[in-house]
Nanobody
């Protein structure tokens, strides 16, 4: 098990950028696939992207492809979500999730979750 803490959320104007961080406790975090999900107001939680620990491969939802980038720094036990060209529809609570064996798009498959960080994009 790992404990995850997200940070970096806030209010930004459309077209702006934010970088979210997901910091983990636990020596084995480098061997966890880490996903990012978001929950817009009044909607269900949705997949944003994931980075696999084994090969660094990333995968993104079509809605954020090209605009968002996931990276990780194993020395800092941290995974990042760089968000560029933000749109009002990106407004949501963003969560990171980690799992040692699952790297897909289904949120219920991830065993470890952070508390979330709010991102608000104004038009």
């Amino acid at each position: 098990q790992v404990q995850l803490v997200e940070s970096g959320g806030g209010l930004v104007q459309a077209g702006g950028s934010l970088r979210l961080s997901c910091e983990a406790s636990g020596r084995t975090f480098s061997r966890y696939h880490t996903g990012w999900f978001r929950q817009p107001p009044g909607k269900v939680r949705e997949f944003v992207g994931v980075i696999r620990w084994s090969d660094g491969l990333t995968r993104y939802a079509d809605s954020v492809k090209v605009r968002f980038t996931i990276s990780r720094n194993n020395a800092k036990n941290t995974v990042y979500l760089q968000m560029n060209s933000l749109k009002p529809e990106d407004t949501a609570v963003y969560y990171c999730a980690a799992d040692p064996s699952y790297s897909g798009t289904d949120d219920y498959e991830y065993d470890n979750w952070g508390q979330g960080t709010q991102v608000t994009v104004s038009s």
